[in-house]
């Protein structure tokens, strides 16, 4: 049983990094946190794949001081894969796809959103820890009763794009550009995956975990 939640764990993660690779081809949005890391990614001159490392490193501080219950084994292979795998798979699809017209965007964007909910159907029903991003809302619910889980995500979500436009702009992007970190994929990961993740729970990933 273990060695499958480790598996799903893993798979999921490499699912979830490679959809991101297929948001930033897109280019209509990324997930709220991916719209910090973009902004963080246009200011700071070293690879996406180490920035992410750096930044979870920051997250995991807070979490190992203020609630440690939800770390675990999938965190740490959150934190040291998720950036690389994204920043090859966005590399390796430039490649592939140059100059694509908004139709190729809209199609990209809708397989991104599929895969991501995908992948983190598995990677959430393994249950071997959550990402150190998403440890933040749950000490902030859980551990300080500031407000219930899903308000507290909300904020902690609105900070990261926030701040992720600012940083981009401040870096020198242009204000035009902004729908590309924060846009319709943003507001679609942040309100919309929900359904589409559980619907994975239920066809694929608890299946998975009963035949264990």
């Known amino acids: 049983m273990k060695s499958r939640r480790i598996l799903m764990s893993l798979c999921g993660v490499v699912i979830c990094a490679v959809s991101v690779g297929i948001f930033k081809i897109a280019a209509l949005g990324v997930d709220p946190f991916q719209s910090l890391m973009s902004g963080l990614d246009k200011l700071i001159p070293i690879s996406f794949g180490t920035l992410y490392v750096i930044v979870n490193l920051i997250l995991l501080s807070f979490s190992l001081i203020v609630d440690r219950s939800k770390i ?33 965007r809209i199609v990209c964007l809708i397989v991104g959103i599929v895969i991501i909910c995908f992948g983190s159907a598995l990677y959430m029903t393994a249950d071997l820890g959550v990402s150190t991003y998403d440890a933040i809302a749950i000490a902030l619910s859980g551990k300080w009763k500031l407000a219930p889980f899903q308000y507290c995500r909300i904020a902690t979500d609105v900070v990261c794009v926030v ?36 619907l994975f729970n239920v066809k694929v990933a608890r299946p998975l975990l009963r035949k264990a």
Not at 72 to 81: C, H, R, V
Not at 86 to 104: D, G, H, K
């Open 163 to 198: 701040s992720g436009c600012v940083l981009f702009l401040l870096a020198g992007g242009a204000v035009s550009a902004i729908p590309t970190i924060a846009g319709a994929g943003t507001i679609i990961t942040a309100f919309f995956m929900g359904p589409l993740i559980e």
């Open 72 to 104: 675990g084994l999938a965190t740490f292979i959150n934190l040291f894969l998720l950036g690389y795998i994204t920043e090859y798979t966005y590399e390796f699809l430039q490649t592939l796809i140059v100059a694509p017209s908004m139709l190729t």
